[in-house]
């Protein structure tokens, strides 16, 4: 027998609710809402983002294909967040990095913030900001509600369909530990640093950091730094620079062991600031740590069960399925300990499709997206960027305004259709060419 949801059992009733504003839950959230679902945005923090604003990983990646040019591959919603920065008058282009290759667009993350807002409110989005899910009912295979927390209680909130895009499957978990395989060893995080007080007009030297990173490794520090100088990027519309250069292991579901990465880190992040200034008492003189981000950079996790999975060879053949819903370019970056880091080209064209059924979990009306599509190992190392959410994001939001409490399965026709109407890359016919 199927439930009805009635205003006297929950506290707030939508028709689509997503966990987590990163960039998959902010495509997901502002998609529902354009195809006619009343949506509510769930965040922990007080801003939209992800590792973007929260972790200083101030770059998308995966927008382009893995190509000599660059090739959108991912549009749609992360299109208009691109206009939306352009609008705050900071740059939003693509940046074809010199060590790998690879095509990225440089963030700034109070714009990004901004550009977030906007997308969500024009879409008639309802967001809860501070508040983090506290609680699941599942009845019959499907999940009837979430109880959410924050410094206003505790409520329940009642939907058709609920898209986890939370990075930690925190809704997935909450609902069915048993979607979850044990994992033995996730990829490390990262550490980024925002650097202020260096001249706008000075030229990036990567041998001064290259040379800092020496010279703070020699000491033996509970974090070691990338030997190569790490990646150094200028934030767009500031005077500061961005290096990503720490990497660690931690399992950012141990609370214990978190928490304690995260006091390493800082501790270790100003110390080879320190040694930066070191090295060229000049240009460095008045450096500084500007912000390193309310936490550390997490690039795995948990990973719930889907109903497919991308996997490497799809990945290397740019192999794009009749029922894909989602395009990716990343190549597979896999980072097997802390500063080794591999990648593994896309084939092809520099692009693959994801298949609906990589967004899709046993509980009927429970999606999933970013960091949680589904994947092997190496095939995770593509999926789980932010260009690639955008993408993943915006085709779980569509596909979830299309349940019903009376519906369990998704006319994929008609998904595809309205995916391409609210802009993304999706026709078939046209990317092979037909």
Partial sequence: MRYEVTRSRYDLNYDVVVVGAGSAGIAAAASASRAGSKTLLIERYGFAGGAATTSSVLAYCGLYANSEEARPVVAGIATEILD???????????????TTGNWIVPLNPEALKIALDRSVMNAGVAVFFHTVV???????????SVDVSGHFGRIRIAAHAFVD??????????ADRGLFAPQTKVQPASFPIRLGGVRSDWALDRSLFKTAIAKYNAASPAIAARENGGVQLRIPGSCEIWWMALDLETDPCDVGDFSLAEMKSRECGWHLVE????????????????????QIG???????RTLAKVAARDILEAFVPDDTVALGGWPMEIHHAPGVQEYIPVGGAGYFGIPIGAIRTPIENLLVAGRLTGADDQAY?????????FATGQAAGVAAAMLRPETTNIDFANLRMQLASQGALVDLDELRGA
């Fill in 381 to 389: 190392g593509s999926i789980r960027v932010m260009g690639t959410a």
């Fill in 165 to 174: 895009a939370s990075g930690e499957g925190d809704l997935c978990f909450s």
């Fill in 298 to 304: 997490i690039r795995e996790s948990r990973r719930p």
């Fill in 275 to 294: 040694c930066l200034k070191e090295t060229d008492s000049t240009t460095f003189k008045d450096c500084y740590v500007a912000s390193t981000g309310p």
């Fill in 84 to 98: 939306e920065l352009r609008k705050l008058s900071v740059p939003a282009n693509p940046v074809r990095l010199k």
């Fill in 134 to 144: 506290s609680g699941v009912e599942v009845f019959e295979g499907r999940v009837r």
